[in-house]
């Protein structure tokens, strides 16, 4: 119950700010993780598809973006997200391979290829 009102206060604090500072990163990138920590996929995906924009250059966002995108069953764009991750240098492959929000892409022969190296 006590994580419960937490991840709720969380999410109304970085809500609030978001409201009044649309593109202000260091409040969307806990919002986009609390809202995925709360199963609430799509709103976690407009939000990282907000971060995107704003981080073109930034492999961490674009490996959020992948896994939201694999969390709201999008294979295509989740695989395009990750493979940018990637290419902008994020090398974690281990981390990639046994991250459960990539599950679904798991069996992917584009995913495996990725993760090769």
């Given at each position: 119950?006590?994580?419960?009102?937490?991840?709720?206060?969380?999410?109304?604090f970085f809500?609030?700010?978001?409201?009044?500072?649309?593109?202000?990163?260091?409040?969307?990138?806990?919002?986009?993780?609390?809202?995925?920590?709360?199963?609430?996929?799509?709103?976690?995906?407009?939000?990282?598809?907000?971060?995107?924009?704003?981080?073109?250059?930034?492999?961490?966002?674009?490996?959020?973006?992948?896994?939201?995108?694999?969390?709201?069953?999008?294979?295509?764009?989740?695989?395009?997200?990750?493979?940018?991750?990637?290419?902008?240098?994020?090398?974690?492959?281990?981390?990639?391979?046994?991250?459960?929000?990539?599950?679904?892409?798991?069996n992917e022969?584009?995913?495996?290829?990725?993760?090769?190296?």
């Open positions: 119950m006590i994580f419960k009102k937490n991840i709720e206060f969380e999410t109304a809500e609030a700010i978001v409201k009044d500072r649309p593109q202000y990163v260091d409040a969307l990138i806990p919002l986009a993780e609390a809202y995925t920590r709360q199963g609430l996929h799509d709103k976690g995906l407009t939000i990282d598809k907000r971060l995107a924009k704003l981080r073109k250059e930034d492999p961490i966002v674009h490996y959020n973006l992948a896994c939201s995108y694999a969390l709201t069953g999008r294979k295509k764009e989740a695989l395009s997200a990750l493979s940018r991750s990637i290419r902008l240098g994020y090398r974690d492959f281990n981390h990639i391979r046994s991250d459960k929000d990539l599950k679904i892409l798991h022969p584009r995913f495996k290829k990725l993760v090769s190296n």
